[in-house]
Nanobody, 121 residues
Framework: QVRLVESGGGLVQPGGSLRLSCAASGSIFSTLSMGWFRQAPGKGRDLVASSTSGGSTSYGEAVKGRFTISRDNAKNTVDLQMNSLKPDDTAVYYC???????????????WGQGTQVTVSS
């Protein structure tokens, strides 16, 4: 059983910063990628940032230059440093992991439960 647990959400004023963390635990053979998505009320779930096990990163256009993703492959954790936050960044942020729970199973996608980020004065 694989589990992803996020932490670090909350309320912050415009221009402020927050750091989100996600830890994957359970039966994990290898991790292909870990990343963050977000979903605002009434909208779809969009990519925020993603990082592969090889070190490649990708960012959504709306967060480039403001957010930074970092991973610890040995610990199966991924963090998201969010700076210069805007009200439009308000959303539920979800951690996603693409990983193999064992050698014989193809890569599977797992999601955390989500953490609320609210940017408001």
């Amino acid at each position: 059983q694989v589990r992803l647990v996020e932490s670090g959400g909350g309320l912050v004023q415009p221009g402020g910063s927050l750091r989100l963390s996600c830890a994957a635990s359970g039966s994990i053979f290898s991790t292909l990628s870990m990343g963050w998505f977000r979903q605002a009320p009434g909208k779809g779930r969009d990519l925020v940032a993603s990082s592969t096990s090889g070190g490649s990163t990708s960012y959504g256009e709306a967060v480039k230059g403001r957010f930074t993703i970092s991973r610890d492959n040995a610990k199966n954790t991924v963090d998201l440093q969010m700076n210069s936050l805007k009200p439009d960044d308000t959303a539920v942020y979800y951690c996603r992991g693409v990983l193999k729970p064992n050698l014989s199973t193809p890569p599977q996608t797992y999601w955390g439960q989500g953490t609320q980020v609210t940017v408001s004065s």
